[in-house]
């Protein structure tokens, strides 16, 4: 923690616990921005001139401090300005080391690139011809009558699904738009109606909201119900409720359940317990809740079936 005055030199700095992972300099009585990157100055200095006009708002910044081995480390802070306010009589500044999360998002941008160009190729080189073998079973159905052709329009179609598969799971990545206070039993509902359900029935047994990118958490809802319905021979009760006195929201079925020794797999992109499948599906459902910062614990239903319960995590 900081206190600046109004010119922004550093009147107090807190300690530092033994624990912290960075070693930052001693400020005390300099200005800070002699320790700040070059680059990242004038962000830094429009911020603080933004809290000292508006006394109301507290101000965020990102922004790379030398610390005392020479390292740049990212820091956030968050100010408020107590100029005229005893007893702090000025800026209060707190700040949090954020280096491991600007890696990790700078790792995220590269990776979903990649997977851009990846998508790019499959949808173009892929796409195009496997079209062309559709057509051409089309036209072998009008001309010939072959047991062959059912196998071949089945191995067709499920690349295609795959191909689907592997461009949205591409194409989303880990990333979320817009997010808005969304009302969990509508989008469930919407969910399930665009689902083939068969002989599935489903239950909600919650009245909450939550926040979210309506569209992802659709998605993930989708992918879940789909998944129980086609890994369970019988018809299956699907039920989306919520953990007491906590903000975790559950989805769970009545069929075979997830054997143990698999649970650690579920996720991978790939697996599946039915060959047919693509395995996708649930890779899926892991990208959508990491974007929205959830956790996702895969545990035994109330009637012996799967149940995913998504915790999101406590706000800073």
Same mark, same amino acid.
């Given at each position: 923690?900081?206190? *600046?005055?109004?010119?922004?030199?550093? $009147?107090?700095?807190?300690?530092?616990?033994?624990?912290?992972?960075?070693?930052?300099?001693?400020?005390?009585? !300099?200005?800070?921005?002699?320790?700040?990157?070059?680059?990242?100055?004038?962000?830094?200095?429009?911020?603080?001139?933004?809290?000292?006009?508006?006394?109301?708002?507290?101000?965020?910044?990102?922004?790379?401090?030398?610390?005392?081995?020479?390292?740049?480390?990212?820091?956030?802070? !968050?100010? $408020?300005?107590?100029?005229?306010?005893?007893?702090?009589?000025?800026?209060?500044?707190?700040?949090?080391?954020?280096?491991?999360?600007?890696?990790?998002?700078?790792?995220?941008?590269? $990776?979903? !690139?990649?997977?851009?160009?990846?998508?790019?190729?499959?949808?173009?080189? *892929?796409?195009?011809?496997?079209?062309?073998?559709?057509?051409?079973?089309?036209?072998?159905?009008?001309?010939?009558?072959?047991?062959?052709?059912?196998?071949?329009?089945?191995?067709?179609?499920?690349?295609?699904?795959?191909?689907?598969?592997?461009?949205?799971?591409?194409?989303?990545?880990?990333?979320?738009?817009?997010?808005?206070?969304?009302?969990?039993? !509508?989008?469930?509902?919407?969910?399930?109606?665009?689902?083939?359900?068969?002989?599935?029935?489903?239950?909600?047994?919650?009245?909450?909201?939550?926040?979210?990118?309506?569209?992802?958490?659709?998605?993930?809802?989708?992918?879940?119900?789909?998944? @129980?319905?086609?890994?369970?021979?019988?018809?299956?009760?699907?039920?989306?409720?919520?953990?007491?006195?906590?903000?975790?929201?559950?989805?769970?079925?009545?069929?075979?359940?997830?054997?143990?020794?698999?649970?650690?797999?579920?996720?991978?992109?790939?697996?599946?317990?039915?060959?047919?499948?693509?395995?996708?599906?649930?890779?899926?459902?892991?990208?959508? @809740?990491?974007?929205?910062?959830?956790?996702?614990?895969?545990?035994?239903?109330?009637?012996?079936? @799967?149940?995913?319960?998504?915790?999101?995590?406590?706000?800073?």
């Amino acid at each position: 923690m900081l206190v *600046l005055d109004a010119s922004m030199n550093v $009147q107090y700095q807190s300690p530092i616990s033994d624990a912290a992972a960075v070693r930052p300099i001693d400020v005390t009585g !300099k200005h800070p921005t002699e320790y700040i990157h070059p680059d990242d100055i004038e962000t830094v200095i429009e911020r603080f001139q933004q809290l000292v006009e508006d006394t109301e708002t507290i101000v965020t910044a990102e922004y790379r401090v030398q610390d005392a081995s020479g390292n740049w480390c990212w820091f956030e802070s !968050k100010a $408020q300005n107590y100029l005229n306010e005893d007893p702090v009589n000025g800026v209060l500044v707190t700040v949090r080391e954020i280096t491991k999360q600007k890696e990790q998002h700078r790792k995220l941008k590269e $990776q979903n !690139k990649r997977l851009g160009q990846f998508a790019s190729v499959v949808s173009h080189d *892929l796409r195009g011809p496997l079209n062309v073998a559709m057509g051409r079973i089309e036209l072998l159905n009008d001309d010939c009558e072959s047991e062959h052709i059912d196998q071949i329009q089945i191995a067709v179609e499920r690349m295609n699904t795959l191909i689907e598969d592997l461009l949205q799971l591409a194409q989303d990545g880990t990333e979320i738009g817009a997010t808005q206070v969304v009302s969990i039993p !509508k989008v469930c509902q919407t969910a399930w109606d665009a689902v083939v359900t068969g002989d599935a029935n489903l239950q909600i047994e919650t009245d909450r909201t939550i926040t979210a990118d309506i569209g992802r958490l659709q998605q993930l809802l989708e992918n879940l119900f789909r998944n @129980a319905i086609e890994h369970n021979t019988q018809p299956v009760t699907i039920t989306v409720g919520d953990i007491p006195e906590t903000d975790s929201f559950y989805v769970e079925d009545t069929g075979v359940g997830i054997p143990r020794g698999l649970v650690d797999d579920i996720f991978e992109i790939g697996f599946s317990t039915k060959p047919e499948n693509t395995g996708f599906g649930l890779a899926i459902v892991n990208e959508i @809740a990491t974007a929205h910062e959830w956790n996702v614990d895969v545990t035994t239903g109330s009637a012996g079936g @799967a149940r995913f319960v998504f915790t999101p995590h406590p706000a800073e």
